[in-house]
């Protein structure tokens, strides 16, 4: 997390988690960090959030196809559509490559624009294109990448 001492202050802070695979050290770590962050996480298989930490919903992160709903899907049905993403954490299989194009589509009319991004990245080592492309998304989009 970059400066992750901002959010220690913060009096309302919003992360969502994805794919987490029944692992919450990051959810941990961050509640002693920042104890007013909202942490939601989201995964396709049924886990419990440690208590006090985080909430859990059963969700596949997607570009919306194969049952899959969108960041922009998940905050409107948890009511935060007017509320800033501060961190979206993700660990998604190489779905990171369609969600960040719907995520940057400049015709979508449910843009999100987290203020972090943390995502493992699976690269192709046959279509690197792919990996380029997800990259220039995030830059055409000012994002600073670390």
Same mark, same amino acid.
């Given at each position: !997390?970059? =400066? ?9 802070? *919003? !992360?969502?988690?994805?794919?987490? =695979? %029944? ?16 942490? #939601?996480?989201?995964? &396709?298989?049924? #886990?419990?959030? @440690? ?8 969700? *596949?992160? %997607?570009?919306?196809?194969? $049952? ?5 899907m *998940?905050?409107? /049905?948890?009511?935060?559509? /007017?509320?800033? *993403? =501060? +961190? ?5 299989? $190489? =779905? ?9 589509? @400049?015709?979508?009319?449910?843009? !999100? &624009?987290?203020?972090q991004?943390l995502?493992?990245?699976? +690269?192709?080592?046959? /279509? ?8 220039? &998304?995030?830059? +055409?989009?000012?994002?600073? +990448?670390?």
């Amino acid at each position: !997390v970059c =400066d992750p001492f901002r959010l220690e202050n913060k009096k309302s802070c *919003l !992360v969502y988690s994805a794919d987490s =695979d %029944g692992d919450f050290s990051f959810e941990e770590d961050l509640k002693l960090l920042a104890p007013n962050c909202e942490i #939601y996480t989201f995964d &396709y298989s049924l #886990y419990k959030c @440690p208590i006090n930490i985080c909430t859990y919903h059963q969700a *596949l992160i %997607g570009k919306e196809i194969y $049952g899959t709903k969108t960041i922009a899907m *998940l905050m409107k /049905e948890l009511n935060h559509q /007017e509320r800033e *993403l =501060d +961190i979206l954490k993700m660990d998604i299989e $190489g =779905d990171e490559y369609s969600l960040f194009e719907h995520m940057f589509n @400049p015709n979508s009319t449910n843009k !999100v &624009y987290p203020r972090q991004i943390l995502f493992e990245i699976h +690269i192709d080592q046959r /279509e690197t294109n792919i990996t380029h492309q997800l990259f220039d &998304y995030l830059r +055409i989009n000012n994002s600073f +990448i670390t």
